[in-house]
């Protein structure tokens, strides 16, 4: 076994620290939080280093890298801040879909645009008020070469201005036996008539990150604008999710390290009682716990990814990186204010941002109990019945 990162990787993670330094800086990040407003200029500068490509193939203008590389993009960047960090994470949400379910049409359409920072793109999965994928209300319905979608769609990152589609699930009218075979999954530019936005949802954390409404009136796509075959939205989403919770234990792992940089250059300079905190042995006791589940945390993320990257995607795995890492982000930022003590509730300090980012970033692919399931489920071979009951393939 071999833990050590090749030295392409160790350049990418120096290459994102300097950007980060570089363009995060604290009245920036400050001033957009305030203003709840995307980081426009650093979106469209992240392509020159090829960060919303990376792992496009080069023939659509990526990088060609691997799950691992985002993963260590995306830990560094949300190490600096996770409100501009998974604007950028978040670019191009769904396109991993696109890369591996979609025509060469769409890749060719979409993915060289998400690559130069000219769009954004999203996933509209979440309706307000369903339980099961099942139950799924948006319809999609074949009238001659067209698709006719209609719904409502909640949650919807980057919607608005900047993206340049969705990625839909909707429900069929045609479907075989189980009802998760009705799903399908329809690309939908933003621009179609009857594509409407409501206005942004104010939130706790990742604030310049917008989520917003979507409803489809009467919203006719060509037949091509389905992703992959019909009746495979499932096995799409759930494909998806590995990946997207993947990501977030990424994001989690690098809010962490962020909140425990901050703790550490604090107590090292604050005194009390004659003695700087670190000196305190209940100081350090603190820091050690907080660094072995950093540690721990990372290591499931970049084993994830690893298998995802060689010989297949390990869906336990990534639940449980994500549930490990989601966790421990929150409990470090928490541990971080308190070494912080009052100053660590004041804005100026930073670490109350972390505090609301690592809880907001825990619940976007999935809340803590639903991953449990889902490990539970991989336990005791359940979701294989699911796949057999459905005859689906495992994908890569
Ligand atoms: C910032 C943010 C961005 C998002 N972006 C998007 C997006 O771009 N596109 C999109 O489609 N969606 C998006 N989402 C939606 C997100 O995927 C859902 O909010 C998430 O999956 C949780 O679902 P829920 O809100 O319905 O919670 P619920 O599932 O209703 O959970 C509520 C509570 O019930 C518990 N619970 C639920 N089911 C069970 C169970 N079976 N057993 C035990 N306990 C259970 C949960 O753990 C939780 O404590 C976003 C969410 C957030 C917060």
């Given at each position: 076994m071999n833990f050590e990162l090749t030295n392409e990787q160790k350049q990418i993670k120096k290459a994102v620290m300097d950007f980060v330094r570089g363009e995060f800086k604290r009245d920036v990040v400050?001033?957009?939080?305030?203003?709840?407003?995307?980081?426009?200029?650093?979106?469209?500068?992240?392509?020159?280093?090829?960060?919303?490509?990376?792992?496009?193939?080069?023939s659509f203008q990526g990088e060609?890298?691997?799950?691992?590389?985002?993963?260590?993009?995306?830990?560094?960047?949300?190490?600096?801040?996770?409100?501009i960090g998974s604007c950028l994470v978040y670019a191009g949400y769904g396109a991993?879909?696109?890369?591996?379910?979609?025509?060469?049409?769409?890749?060719?359409?979409?993915l060289p645009k998400i690559a130069c920072s000219e769009v954004l793109s999203s996933v509209a999965f979440f309706e307000p008020g369903i339980c099961r994928l099942s139950d799924i209300r948006t319809v999609a319905e074949k009238v001659g070469n067209n698709w006719v979608v209609n719904g409502a769609k909640s949650f919807v990152i980057n919607a608005g201005l900047l993206a340049g589609f969705y990625i839909v699930l909707c429900r069929a009218n045609s479907a075989g036996p189980f009802p998760e075979q009705a799903l399908n999954m329809i690309l939908i530019e933003t621009?179609?008539?009857?594509?409407?936005?409501?206005?942004?949802?104010?939130?706790?954390?990742?604030?310049?990150l917008a989520t917003h409404d979507v409803r489809l009136d009467n919203v006719c796509v060509p037949i091509e604008n389905l992703v992959g075959n019909e009746g495979q939205g499932y096995r799409q989403l759930m494909n998806f999710f590995n990946y997207s919770q993947l990501a977030v234990a990424a994001q989690s792992v690098g809010?962490?390290?962020?909140?425990?940089?901050?703790?550490?250059a604090y107590v090292k300079q604050r005194k009390q009682f004659g003695r700087k905190i670190i000196d305190f042995q209940i100081s350090q006791h603190k820091l050690a716990d907080m660094a072995t589940d950093i540690e721990a945390a990372r290591l499931l993320t970049y084993q994830a990814a690893w298998k995802a990257d060689n010989g297949g995607m390990d869906a336990r795995l990534c639940a449980m990186?994500?549930?490990?890492?989601?966790?421990?982000?929150?409990?470090?930022?928490?541990?971080?204010?308190?070494?912080?003590?009052?100053y660590g509730y004041m804005l100026?300090?930073?670490?109350?941002?972390?505090?609301?980012?690592?809880?907001?970033?825990?619940l976007m692919e999935g809340s803590r109990h639903v991953i449990k399931n889902k490990i539970f489920d991989t336990l005791v071979g359940k979701s294989n019945h699911l796949r057999n009951r459905l005859q689906l393939k495992e994908h890569p």
């Open positions: 400050h001033d957009l939080v305030q203003k709840e407003e995307y980081p426009r200029h650093i979106w469209k500068k992240s392509s020159d280093l090829g960060l919303p490509g990376i792992a496009f193939p080069e060609g890298m691997g799950v691992l590389e985002k993963v260590l993009i995306a830990e560094e960047l949300c190490r600096g801040d996770a409100s991993e879909i696109l890369l591996q379910f979609g025509s060469y049409s769409q890749k060719k359409t979409w621009d179609h008539p009857g594509v409407i936005t409501a206005d942004g949802q104010a939130k706790m954390g990742l604030r310049m809010i962490a390290q962020g909140a425990f940089d901050r703790a550490f990186a994500n549930l490990h890492a989601t966790r421990t982000a929150l409990a470090v930022c928490d541990e971080t204010i308190q070494l912080l003590g009052g100026e300090y930073e670490v109350e941002r972390f505090f609301r980012d690592a809880k907001t970033v825990g």
